[in-house]
């Protein structure tokens, strides 16, 4: 039965059904940690994103396992028929190149990598020539904005550097455009998209906790983001579209207490509690 799926309907949770969402799943990475190597940051709040290179190839296992086709951004807003998931990474860490890249290549997966312009050459992050390389060996790069910052709290000119301005970087780069940009914590607001827009891109994802569909405004994609703790079985409901409603509901509350305590007071009381209760 088909279903409002569209970014921003609000749907009564008590009311919704456990069941596949038509569309496809956009997932969201982040850093993979390899032995020997140190993450980029020790926060819970961000280590809580990170999976091991173990656990991302063996979800990527599975997907081949099971005639998924992983995509880049481009491909997957054509919605071809099939078994598909876009495959995505935000923060532009080096394990983009070290670790996600070569096990993509041999299952002949593409991926989109959201690049934080100004952490290029930051340590543990892609250098210029790794993203230069990254591009050439046939993968998408997207902008996740110049510094990170949350971009609501931002006026119009900070709006600009963070958007436009980190695309033309990125593009200088590697010598090609870059038409995709992902929003640096998930933060969103009609702004984001406008200043886009202006810039040349194509689409925006959120961390909007939904599948897309062609009915999905591209400037609100949504993405689901696979955790540490995401176990292989969750991974595999997650990529068919099955109980997203549930991970909705817990980032609703999360967004509430953001909303109530401000970006900065809610970052710092997470990162306590998550201390406390650190995921696995
Ligand atoms: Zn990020």
Same mark, same amino acid.
């Given at each position: 039965?088909?279903?409002?799926?569209?970014?921003?309907?609000?749907?009564?949770?008590?009311?919704?059904?456990?069941?596949?969402?038509?569309?496809?799943?956009?997932?969201? /990475?982040?850093?993979?940690?390899?032995?020997?190597?140190?993450?980029?940051?020790?926060?819970?709040? /961000?280590?809580?994103?990170?999976?091991?290179?173990?656990?991302?190839?063996?979800?990527?296992?599975?997907?081949?396992?099971?005639?998924?086709?992983?995509?880049?951004?481009?491909?997957?807003?054509?919605?071809?028929?099939?078994?598909?998931?876009?495959?995505?990474?935000?923060?532009?860490?080096?394990?983009?190149?070290?670790?996600?890249?070569?096990?993509?290549?041999?299952?002949?997966?593409?991926?989109?990598?959201?690049?934080?312009?100004?952490?290029?050459?930051?340590?543990?992050?892609?250098?210029?020539?790794?993203?230069?390389?990254?591009?050439?060996?046939?993968?998408?790069?997207?902008?996740?904005?110049?510094?990170?910052?949350?971009?609501?709290?931002?006026?119009?000119?900070?709006?600009?550097?963070?958007?436009?301005?980190?695309?033309?970087?990125?593009?200088?780069?590697?010598?090609?455009?870059?038409?995709?940009?992902?929003?640096?914590?998930?933060?969103?607001?009609?702004?984001?998209?406008?200043?886009?827009?202006?810039?040349?891109?194509?689409?925006?994802?959120?961390?909007?906790?939904?599948?897309?569909?062609?009915?999905?405004?591209?400037?609100?994609?949504?993405?689901?983001?696979?955790?540490?703790?995401?176990?292989?079985?969750?991974?595999?409901?997650?990529?068919?579209?099955?109980?997203?409603?549930?991970?909705?509901?817990?980032?609703?509350?999360?967004?509430?207490?953001?909303?109530?305590?401000?970006?900065?007071? /809610?970052?710092?009381?997470?990162?306590?509690?998550?201390?406390?209760?650190?995921?696995?």
């Amino acid at each position: 039965m088909p279903r409002a799926n569209h970014a921003g309907h609000a749907v009564c949770l008590k009311r919704e059904p456990a069941m596949a969402e038509p569309g496809t799943v956009f997932l969201m /990475y982040h850093e993979l940690e390899a032995p020997g190597r140190t993450r980029c940051q020790s926060e819970p709040g /961000y280590v809580r994103y990170v999976l091991h290179a173990t656990q991302f190839r063996h979800q990527m296992e599975l997907l081949k396992r099971e005639q998924w086709q992983g995509v880049s951004v481009s491909d997957a807003v054509r919605f071809r028929e099939g078994k598909t998931v876009a495959i995505t990474f935000d923060d532009g860490s080096e394990t983009d190149l070290l670790c996600a890249a070569p096990l993509l290549r041999q299952l002949g997966f593409g991926a989109t990598f959201y690049i934080t312009s100004a952490w290029l050459g930051q340590p543990g992050h892609l250098s210029q020539a790794q993203l230069r390389e990254l591009c050439a060996l046939g993968f998408e790069i997207g902008c996740h904005s110049m510094t990170h910052a949350y971009l609501p709290d931002l006026d119009q000119n900070g709006l600009q550097r963070e958007i436009a301005e980190a695309k033309s970087r990125l593009e200088q780069v590697i010598g090609a455009p870059v038409e995709h940009f992902s929003c640096p914590g998930g933060r969103f607001d009609q702004r984001v998209a406008e200043v886009a827009r202006q810039a040349g891109d194509r689409s925006v994802a959120t961390s909007r906790i939904q599948a897309n569909s062609p009915s999905t405004d591209r400037f609100t994609l949504g993405r689901v983001a696979v955790l540490r703790s995401t176990s292989l079985s969750e991974f595999r409901r997650i990529c068919m579209g099955h109980g997203l409603w549930k991970s909705r509901a817990s980032l609703r509350l999360r967004e509430a207490g953001r909303k109530l305590l401000g970006n900065s007071n /809610y970052d710092r009381l997470r990162n306590l509690l998550l201390r406390r209760n650190p995921s696995p």
